[in-house]
């Protein structure tokens, strides 16, 4: 088998009507361009320009690995004992391919050399040859796996960028909100057990830390992989993406659309493939936060789950929960009060932007750096007179939120609602 049949049984497609397409990727194209026997020297030449060895054997391990896994070969297969038929032969034109490129330079006439830039002589240097063998090959190219050594990825064009996101902490650093925290939990570990893989739709006012929430619980359950799709992808990519991660059925992942606003997003794609005419494979569940309600055609495809308001009740819950941390299994009222007022007036001191668990979490950070500061709440709560957070405070603060985000008619929608209720 030749090179350049190689490069068309492990990198193209079929296209429309099922005729063979070849790849999109530019770099692969360019590759695949040296094969056919013509102007090898300014080829090189101009891949040399944006390209320099160990970077090109980085992306373009990566993309045989990506072709062995649309064939069906996954990670574990490669470490097999014993690989199947289909494995070695992928491997070994695989490896031949390498090595074909690898000494592509040196099967030039001396005219031709002497027109390529020293640089991109050096450009297949890093390729593995045929005297490597194959189980060395395989190393190499499980090496390049995407999800082998990192659990939450960026996906942007197509490329999945492994990232680091700061908020990420252990699920019992979240405080108040039950409810919230056990459907998070449950969710999660019936999607990592095989249970289910139904969407989730959360939604609540700004700063309730809906984001690091679900990036931490799903990290806490084994086997899940984190894919953060930029906003765009829910419109225009969703079948690429969707079709990427089918393949690789040793992973689960929890594809999540943060913080996007469900009044400006075309739902056809999502619509059509999740609870529409197809849904997604039982490795993928889809996971989407937002500031905004979801629509009831929206809602209908996933779980809702929706954060209660956070007023003075659940500031208090929140703090309460906090101090359990430090031993206290029911810590005292006396305490949990004056922290909570203490909070409030740094807020109307201008201390704080918002009242939202996120800024309550930005003060009580004090206390776990301050014993001083723990020692001092103590001895307050000893005294005869004890303040309450400001519950009018959190009234106001949170009608001027929902108003400058859904408007007035949403306001007098709910205090009819409230007043039906009474």
């Not at 990727?25 to 695949?32: N, Y």
Request: proline residues 6%.
């Amino acid at each position: 088998m030749s090179a350049a049949e190689t490069f068309r049984l492990l990198f193209y497609r079929a296209g429309d009507g099922g005729e063979p397409a070849p790849p999109e990727d530019e770099l692969l194209l360019q590759i695949g361009a040296l094969l056919n026997g013509r102007e090898i020297a300014v080829k090189l030449n101009i891949l040399a320009r944006n390209s320099n060895s160990g970077e090109l054997w980085e992306k373009f391990s990566g993309m045989i690995f990506n072709a062995l896994v649309s064939c069906g070969v996954l990670p574990d297969d490669l470490d097999s004992a014993e690989l199947s038929a289909d494995t070695e032969f992928l491997l070994d034109r695989a490896l031949e391919l390498c090595d074909t490129l690898k000494n592509l330079c040196g099967r030039l006439s001396e005219s031709e050399q002497n027109a390529v830039l020293p640089r991109a002589k050096r450009l297949f240097s890093d390729f593995p040859s045929a005297a490597d063998g194959r189980e060395k090959f395989a190393a190499q190219i499980k090496c390049a796996d995407p999800f082998g050594s990192c659990r939450v990825f960026a996906y942007h064009d197509g490329v999945f960028q492994a990232v680091a996101p700061s908020s990420v902490k252990s699920v019992d650093k979240f405080f108040g909100y039950p409810g919230v925290r056990l459907a998070l939990h449950e969710h999660f570990r019936d999607f990592s057990s095989g249970k289910t893989n139904l969407p989730l739709l959360i939604n609540s006012l700004p700063g309730y830390g809906k984001t690091s929430m679900v990036i931490s619980f799903a990290l806490s359950v084994p086997g899940t992989v984190v894919i953060l799709p930029a906003p765009e992808t829910l419109e225009n990519s969703w079948q690429q993406l969707i079709g990427e991660l089918s393949a690789r059925k040793d992973h689960r992942f929890v594809v999540f659309f943060d913080d996007i606003d469900p009044r400006r997003i075309d739902w056809y794609n999502f619509r059509t493939n999740v609870g529409g005419a197809f849904t997604p494979p039982g490795n993928i569940m889809p996971v989407l936060t937002a500031n905004y309600e979801f629509p009831p055609s929206i809602l209908s495809r996933g779980r809702r789950i929706s954060y209660p308001v956070f007023d003075e009740e659940r500031c208090l819950e929140m703090i309460e929960d906090f101090l359990g941390t430090y031993g206290m299994k029911k810590p005292p009222r006396n305490i949990v009060s004056l922290m909570g007022a203490e909070y409030t007036e740094e807020f109307g001191q201008k201390k704080f932007t918002e009242l939202s668990p996120r800024t309550l979490m930005r003060h009580l950070a004090v206390y776990e750096r301050d014993s001083r500061k723990r020692k001092q709440i103590v001895e307050l709560a000893g005294g005869g007179m004890i303040t309450r957070p400001d519950a009018e405070l959190f009234y106001e603060f949170n009608i001027e939120l929902m108003r400058s985000l859904y408007g007035e008619e949403y306001i007098q929608r709910m205090l009819k609602e409230r007043l039906r209720s009474l």
